[in-house]
């Protein structure tokens, strides 16, 4: 039987059902040049943007509904028209999360949740992202991410992606074999990492001396923390590693 997932420390469900709707639903309204370049995905078009969000949805639905993970990118479907697959596959994918619930237990490929809620807050959390680069790529300012959703955006990036003892082979290392004790704080919250060149340890709990300190509001250091912006935080101790630790946080998310 596959573990219960905890869910304590999520947010309501019913809002990452509203935060698709309103991230998709803005770009939609920001995107008019589907090939203007997009700042955070470097050799992507807003028409790649767009393409990108509605097959990630309509792969996740299969996931759903296969209860294992799909071939990537999923096939037959029409993406001639971008605008009209990203609303299409928004609406199933919504229609999927409403009808199955949060806690059914299916494929997902972290195995601290095998639920279909581990699908509500990531495709949440990543049409809040590309959203920000449908901003960017329209030249439109950029929407602040309401605190509380950035602050769990943070806690799922450094818990699901960052954390972890990620290289078990002594040939596959990071490129970036930071030895150091990094503390993320965002509107009063902080989280402690650990990196060695074979794994990062994350504690919410753990307030003793660390090498660096990286501080802004819960905004600034989500987009910080997925290589979308980086101007707008505070550094207090070792400064040289900021770019090592950047680059373990692009490795994670690639």
Not at 53 to 64: A, D, I, P, W, Y
Not at 83 to 88: M, P, Y
Request: charged share 30%; glycine share 6%; hydrophobic share 40%.
């Amino acid at each position: 039987m596959a573990p219960r997932p905890n869910h304590e420390n999520r947010l309501p469900w019913d809002l990452y059902l509203a935060v698709i709707r309103t991230e998709v639903d803005r770009i939609l309204e920001i995107t008019e040049d589907l090939d203007a370049d997009v700042p955070g995905c470097p050799g992507w078009t807003a028409r790649d943007l767009l393409e990108h969000v509605g097959l990630v949805f309509r792969h996740k639905v299969e996931s759903m509904r296969s209860a294992s993970e799909p071939p990537w990118p999923i096939e037959d479907l029409d993406t001639s028209d971008v605008r009209r697959l990203l609303a299409e596959e928004t609406a199933t994918l919504l229609a999927e999360l409403q009808e199955r619930g949060p806690r059914e237990v299916r494929h997902t490929w972290w195995p601290g949740d095998r639920s279909n809620g581990f699908w509500f807050r990531r495709m949440a959390l990543e049409a809040t992202v590309h959203r920000v680069d449908a901003e960017q790529a329209a030249g439109a300012a950029v929407t602040p991410i309401e605190p509380e959703v950035a602050l769990d955006g943070i806690g799922e990036f450094l818990t699901v992606f960052l954390g972890g003892p990620w290289w078990d082979d002594e040939d596959e290392v990071t490129a970036f074999p930071v030895d150091a004790r990094v503390r993320i704080v965002a509107d009063g919250r902080a989280w402690t990492l650990t990196l060695s060149r074979r794994s990062v340890e994350v504690d919410e709990d753990d307030d003793a001396p660390v090498d660096l300190v990286v501080e802004g509001s819960p905004h600034a250091v989500y987009l910080w923390l997925w290589g979308r912006d980086s101007d707008r935080l505070e550094l207090e101790g070792r400064a040289d590693l900021r770019k090592e630790v950047e680059g373990r946080f692009a490795e994670a998310s690639a």
